[in-house]
């Protein structure tokens, strides 16, 4: 495909057949035969009718990843076999990538412009979990047992892999999950999220296309309260691997007891954003902008506690609010918006009654603070880039996750107080600090109580590099050796070799 218009042109996956789900390498509807419709953020308009799932089909996706585990022959899949299908996957998606990037934008509106920068690095990662394929070892370990007895460890795949994933980044959460998976040579059942599911179900396509055989990857769609609740119980799923709320975290802690799988949780985050007045404030300003705006603030590790040395809190604050006043806000897939509609009508509910409870708690609106509902704005979603001043640590909008553009700009007057504060929540996934003091920068470092620091940065990542939550932002990681060492079970193998001759 060349270049995409993506203002003008139909997209090639909508052609208005219901979208089927992939289980045991076929597509097929869900059992009960019911769909559910999946819409434009922008303009509530349907872009598909797609299969909803529930426990049945979600059995039928787990037995079928059973089965190729247990006896397909994936199981004999060499690690060098397993590498080719990773990156000719890496191949196809950058081959589609474009096309990819249109179906995630259209189906959960973040803008087309910055999924076409932030997806190049999904093959990236690809290809990360590619070299891992054929670097797993296991050790050979002295022992002082009598005798002549041999031990290693043997690192051996988990089994069946559980994964459900939020709407807010689809290409690249689904890939953080199946990459490590197709990896480590375990199969995998992932549910997407109902608001946007389509672009799992074309990767689908491309994973079947990369030689990935029938079973091996399963994608049920459909509502987490009926088919991601039957997967996270499931007797015959061994490891789940969930990315969303950690209020839907805890459920699946609760429903994984049944047989005790593995878990690794990806959850919310109130991360704190710390400027010091002697940092490079032409790069803070819009670092800690982007920070919380970039994807309408629908970014589990996004910013949104803004703290700011007070010497230069108006200041900065009042540059933040213009930057945020500058940043161009319309449909994801014009080229040109930079913040796009959030996903849901449920979203855009939750994100405004926030804004009125902030009001009402006495924070004083710098920029944005409503709904955008004139002209091109009337049927879609759109919040704008919206500052908070004022803020007090124990107001609710300081507290609790919004998930939206929506910052807390938060004056403070030590070192020693912002760290204490910066950590007072039950939330640890990420954090960020602006100075220029070396020494500052290594004890905040330290202090933060955040599974990344970004220093005199934002949100950086890279396929190495581990990233996940202290506290209540979940455990396990994803990314880095971490990542796989959690799709691999260890074994000790001990051989009595007998008598020395
Ligand atoms: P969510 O409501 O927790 O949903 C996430 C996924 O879980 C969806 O697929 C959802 O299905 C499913 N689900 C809902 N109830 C379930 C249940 N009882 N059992 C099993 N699955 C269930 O989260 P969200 O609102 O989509 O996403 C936003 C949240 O994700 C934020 O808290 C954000 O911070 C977090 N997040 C974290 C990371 C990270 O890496 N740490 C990354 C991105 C987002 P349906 O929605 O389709 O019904
Ligand atoms: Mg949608």
């Known amino acids: 495909m060349g270049a995409i218009d993506f203002t003008t042109l139909r997209h090639p996956f909508l052609n208005g057949a219901d979208k ?27 872009l598909a009718h797609v299969a909803e799932g529930d426990a049945e089909d979600v059995d039928l996706a787990v037995a079928a990843a059973r089965r190729a585990f247990d006896e397909g022959p994936w199981r004999t899949f060499k690690p060098y076999q397993r590498q080719q299908c990773l990156l000719k996957l890496a191949d196809l998606f950058e081959a589609h990538f474009e096309e990819l990037a249109w179906l995630d934008s259209l189906d959960m509106g973040g803008p087309v412009s910055r999924i076409l920068v932030n997806g190049r690095r999904v093959p990236e990662r690809l290809r990360y979990y590619a070299g891992m394929a054929v670097a797993m070892h296991g050790e050979t370990i002295e022992n002082s047992v009598k005798g002549n007895v041999f031990s290693c460890t043997v690192k051996e795949p988990v089994g ?111 991360s704190p954003d710390i ?91 710098v920029s944005g603070g409503s709904r955008l509902t004139h002209g091109p704005y009337a049927d879609g979603y759109f919040v704008p880039p919206t500052v908070f001043a004022d803020v007090r640590d124990d107001m609710r909008i300081c507290r609790e996750e919004i998930f939206g553009p929506v910052v807390c700009a938060i004056p403070f007057d030590s070192e020693r107080e912002v760290i204490a504060r910066a950590n007072a929540t039950p939330f640890g996934l990420g954090s960020g600090v602006w100075t220029k003091d070396v020494g500052r920068a290594l004890r905040l470092g330290r202090a933060l109580r955040t599974g990344s620091v970004w220093v005199n940065c934002y949100q950086l990542m890279d396929p190495a590099m581990p990233f996940g939550g202290y506290k209540m932002s979940g455990y396990g990681r994803e990314s880095g050796l971490q990542q796989i060492e959690e799709y691999l079970q260890v074994k000790g193998l001990w051989i009595n070799a007998g008598d020395s001759p």
Not at 238 to 264: E, M, P, W, Y
């Open 160 to 270: 069946v892999v559980g994964a459900i994933i939020p709407w807010n980044n689809p290409i690249g959460a689904s890939m953080w999950k199946i990459g490590p998976a197709l990896a480590t040579g375990c199969t995998v059942v992932l549910k997407p999220a109902e608001e946007a599911s389509l672009s799992c179900l074309r990767l689908g396509e491309l994973i079947q296309e990369a030689g990935v055989p029938p079973g091996v990857v399963n994608i049920v769609t459909g509502y987490g309260e009926t088919a991601g609740a039957a997967l996270s119980r499931h007797p015959d799923v061994d490891k789940l691997s969930f990315t969303g709320s950690h209020l839907t975290g805890q459920k699946i802690v609760q429903a994984s007891a049944g047989n005790l799988k593995r878990l690794a949780l990806e959850l919310g985050g109130k």
């Open 20 to 46: 089927k789900m992939l289980i045991d390498g076929e597509w097929r509807a869900a059992r009960s035969g019911r769909t559910f419709a999946s819409l434009d953020p922008a303009d509530e308009s349907v």
């Open 275 to 365: 400027v010091f007045a002697d940092a490079d404030l032409d790069a803070a300003v819009p670092g800690a902008a982007m920070a919380i705006f970039a994807n309408s603030g629908q970014i589990c590790s996004a910013g949104s506690r803004l703290f700011v040395e007070r010497a230069i809190y108006d200041e900065f604050v009042e540059r933040v609010a213009g930057y945020g006043r500058g940043l161009r806000v319309g449909r994801g897939t014009d080229p040109d918006t930079q913040i796009g509609p959030l996903v849901s009508r449920q979203q855009v509910d939750r994100v405004t009654g926030y804004l009125d409870i902030g009001a009402r708690e006495g924070a004083r609106i």
